[in-house]
């Protein structure tokens, strides 16, 4: 259980409680002396929020971790990831809408290319695009094997998810992507004795759908490779830990996913920015306690290098904020799962900015602006992503005292 003394500390109020998560938010000056990202955008919306508020910083995982979003999100959730470990299969499956339940087996595939010897040419089937990959997709929906269930879906482009359900499948297997190209998949293999049966079938998936790729029609998919295998991790849930009734928005199929295995409602809503997530969550407000919103570009934009493009989207963020205010939160967290500089086109391991605005119950600082400078020296300090649930529980007034 993520803190075990939360449940027995709750107390019920009509209060509500937005965590607005911008991807990668944190990051690094390109030159000496210069702004970060968050620092170089102009956000005057989250500037008063921070002068009002309070900042700080947190710590993803540990201190020098550089986090994947899956584990990183776990914390900003409450769940320390170094204890609960949730497989990228079940992660991704639960996304697109796929039902994985204890003993079920999920697992993240990919099209890949294959040459006439069968070996790997292309390890996403030359990036192939959602409609291109739909034949083919419906060519693995075709397979059926005898005393199990089982059920494809497209995640996005050359990435799909399958899900496997029937007695004795346990996900201790290997991924079959060899992560280069000139050689075959890998073959499957039973990590333990009991995940042997798991092993067996989906061999003989792989088989089938190597048969049913092999038509023209599929094109450059004629190949499959699989990874993250995962069964639901049984996570404690949102409602029984934090009494709250959790919503997600989110454009991206993991972090639907990630929400739905603590317990949140995903919410499916039209287009894909700023303005559309937060009018989703304007549509959805009355019934719910708490909304995570997932902004994914920051992130995106990061990777690729692009300091200015990473600014452009912050700024977007805060330009479409007042709709969100207009819903009058009584708490409101805005901060990164981790890290992505622009300057470094990866996840990293720095501190990430974080902002609490709560209007009945924040201590102000002395900052005035939202960026990584200010957060540094903010009143909250720098302390673990596994915290915020119960700072927000507290200034959303949801929380007894500890002892008399
Ligand atoms: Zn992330």
Not at 182 to 209: C, H
Not at 281 to 287: I, M
Not at 308 to 317: D, L, T
Not at 329 to 346: N, Q
Request: proline share 8%.
């Amino acid at each position: 259980m993520p803190y075990e003394y939360i449940p027995d500390l709750l107390k019920s109020k009509q209060s509500k409680i937005i965590l607005l998560i911008m991807d990668g938010l944190g990051g690094l000056p390109i030159e000496a002396g210069g702004p970060t990202e968050l620092e170089a955008a102009a956000t005057p919306n989250m500037d008063r929020l921070a002068a009002e508020g309070t900042l700080g910083q947190i710590t993803p995982i540990r201190p020098g971790i550089t986090p994947g979003s899956g584990p990183a999100h776990l914390a900003l959730f409450g769940y320390d990831p170094l204890h609960y470990e949730v497989g990228r299969g079940a992660l991704e499956a639960n996304g697109v809408g796929l039902d994985v339940n204890p003993g079920d087996i999920a697992v993240r595939g990919n099209f890949c290319t294959l040459d006439p010897n069968g070996l790997i040419s292309d390890r996403r089937a030359g990036r192939i695009s959602s409609e291109e990959a739909m034949p083919a997709i419906e060519r693995l929906q075709s397979i059926q094997l005898p005393g199990i269930e089982l059920e494809v879906r497209q995640v996005k482009e050359y990435r799909f998810a399958v899900v496997m359900r029937g007695e004795g499948l346990h996900p201790q297997l290997n991924d079959t992507d060899p992560q280069v190209t000139g050689k075959a998949p890998l073959p499957i293999r039973a990590l333990e004795p009991s995940a042997q049966r798991a092993a067996d079938l989906f061999t003989q998936w792989v088989a089938e759908a190597q048969k049913v790729l092999a038509d023209p029609l599929t094109g450059k998919a004629n190949g499959v490779t699989l990874r993250g295998f995962a069964t639901d991790p049984g996570l404690p849930q949102y409602g029984d830990v934090y009494g709250l009734k959790a919503a997600c928005v989110a454009v991206y199929p993991m972090y639907r996913g990630v929400s739905k295995l603590v317990g949140m409602d995903v919410i499916k809503f039209a287009g894909d920015t700023p303005t559309d997530e937060f009018a989703a969550v304007e549509k959805v407000w009355d019934g719910y306690d708490f909304v995570f919103i997932h902004i994914k570009k920051t992130d995106s934009k990061g990777e690729d290098g692009d300091f200015a493009g990473k600014v452009k989207i912050i700024e977007s963020v805060d330009a479409a904020l007042p709709k969100l205010l207009a819903l009058n939160p009584d708490v409101l967290m805005i901060t990164g799962d981790h890290s992505t500089p622009a300057r470094m086109k990866s996840h990293s391991w720095h501190p990430v900015p974080f902002l609490i605005w709560a209007p009945a119950t924040h201590r102000p600082d002395f900052e005035t602006q939202f960026g990584e400078r200010p957060c540094a020296r903010g009143g909250l300090g720098t302390f673990p992503a596994v915290d915020i649930m119960s700072l927000a529980l507290a200034h959303a007034e949801r929380m007894n005292k500890y002892g008399a």
